[in-house]
């Protein structure tokens, strides 16, 4: 039910993946009324893989994660985590509110114990492919151990998605040197050098999307790793209005526009976002994706293709037995 | 002397330059046998306006700011920094050390009374124009009272050098709503709400380039301003190599681009980084910009001009005064 367009979005996006993987298996969760309406065809073409759970109450954008959390225990977004709890379901999609999202998902399901604090990890492209950055934005603080600790299930989750032995690891500063950052970002540094991860070193902010060497996870606080993500989107949106503006100034640069279509669809697909959508909450005794709230239909396929690659990956698990083996080695 | 080509940028930027404003006057500061080598003709064409004034070191790109700060007194760095002391010149433009030529400019000319930091302020490209950041580096932790100063400084540049009554100041964070943010963020935004400042609220990173309304002044930690910054520098650099990937794919995106060459041009000026170069430091009791170290002559010209503007428009004595009337204001 969740996101900015709701079931109009969320229902086509689950029938395309169904169509796409015959492997997969969805459970709607939402108000019943409106899903066997708009699913009663769908569920007869992919019988036994589809499947509706009725919830009576939806989280809107602007509740707040508490009251979400204490006033609406029978929101579609806390059923379908409920789902994940008694293991009906191996993951949880949503478009809905974030806070909301994370505190249900944070009280329902439990942390890994070991871990202090969930994560949001997710990918940008970069022009090595795509690079993995968390956190996104679920801590405003972070201690050095919590860094570790993001690290630690980062690169663990890298390892299981992408099929690499031993992912690199940045920690993102101001600067490469030694002496720079604040205090809690050196100490992180003294911790990652110590974990047996495979640890590059600090990255700057250009890494995120084109460092002078390929990096597989960027470790941050969440105030720095929002920031980041969405200064990143602001940047992609100014290029593609100049480069909108620039092709439509008049009759000749229109006719360039129509010359060089193919490769202006190319670069468009190239950074389309819709393809990086998708966040994975990292930390907690089961999976969440989350995606982004104005996904259209694509876009919320490729958060559900997320889940459908972390589940297949056994993410969750591997996290999880990672995350008792380094914390069992660190208290040796 | 500064910069990653030294003479061989800053020479020719600097003769451009007193070309093209004939009230600008430069004391070229370094080793005088390479300026005297390089600068013959221009001394006698630029007679009375050009002059140079020897210096025996130079502060390496690696230096630490202490080693610059105590062992290279006679630094080409230092040496132009005296000379903004002693009112010999209105500014020092500096494509050297950042860490080296903000140490040394503040313990050469002083902190402003009242403030505690300096910062360091530059603007990015936007939708809308272009927007004023600050900090971008100076500072990697900031209370909410530094924060309140630096917008008080920036507010105040920002007034003098665009010529508007009120420049809109924002304070980014990682949401719009008031719950968002850390605890140094909300402190900040009620210091703000307070300042009699044109404070509008929060923004996110994306408002850096293309938020949905113009800010002219954003204001950050250095942290994240400095991660923010070089995160636009990888984002471009990204855009930059998909589109050259694209269109020089084949014998056909090639012609393409050859049809649409006038369009890629216009978008390359447009968001040439370039013209963005040179940072204020802002505190100071003297005027000193920061070039890019990477800069090349149109980038070192910019740097040089925004000195001109800064000057024309008595930056640091407008901020020194508001800086003593808020102050005053705040102790009432």
Redesign the interface.
């Known amino acids: 039910m969740g996101g900015d367009f709701g079931p109009s979005v969320t229902i086509p996006a689950s029938l395309e993946c169904l169509k796409a993987n015959p492997d997969l298996n969805l459970i709607l969760v939402g108000d019943e009324v409106i899903l066997k309406e708009a699913l009663s065809q769908a569920l007869t073409d992919f019988q036994g893989r589809l499947s509706i759970v009725h919830a009576s109450e939806r989280v809107e954008m602007d509740d ?1 994660p508490s009251k979400a959390l204490k006033n609406k225990k029978d929101s579609s977004m806390r059923v379908a985590i409920n789902l994940v709890k008694d293991g009906r379901a191996d993951a949880c999609v949503s478009a809905g509110n974030t806070g909301a999202l994370m505190a249900t998902a944070r009280f329902v399901l439990k942390m890994i114990p070991g871990v202090d604090r969930p994560a949001i990890i997710s990918t940008l ?3 090595y492919g795509h690079t993995h950055v968390l956190d996104l ?1 679920a801590n ?2 972070c201690t050095a151990e919590h860094l570790l600790q993001f690290a630690i299930m980062g690169s663990e989750l890298v390892k299981a998605v992408e099929n690499i032995e031993n992912p690199s690891v940045g920690l ?1 500063n ?1 600067g490469e040197e030694e ?1 720079k ?3 809690q970002v050196k100490a992180a540094a003294q911790l990652l050098k110590e974990s047996g991860l495979n640890y590059i070193g600090y990255v ?8 002078h060497i390929k990096v597989d996870l960027i470790v ?1 606080d ?3 790793g ?14 593609t ?3 909108k503006e ?2 439509g ?1 008049n009759i ?2 229109k006719l ?2 129509v ?2 279509y ?2 202006l669809k ?2 468009k697909q ?2 389309d976002p819709r393809l990086y959508n998708g966040a994975s909450f990292l930390g907690l005794r089961g999976l969440v994706i989350k995606s982004h709230g104005g996904a259209d239909m694509l876009a919320f396929k490729t958060a559900i293709q997320l889940a459908e690659v972390e589940i297949s990956q056994d993410v969750i698990r591997k996290v999880s037995e990672k995350i008792e083996t380094t914390l069992a080695n660190r208290e040796n």
Do not use: H, Q, Y
């Open positions: 707040s492209p970069s022009i934005g405003v603080d993102l101001i002496v950052g604040n205090e700057e902010g250009n890494s995120l999307n084109a460092g941050t969440g105030f720095v929002n920031v980041a993500l969405k200064t990143i989107e602001g940047a992609a949106k100014m290029f209005s100049v480069l620039s092709f100034k000749f640069t360039a526009a010359l060089a193919p490769v190319s670069i190239r950074l």
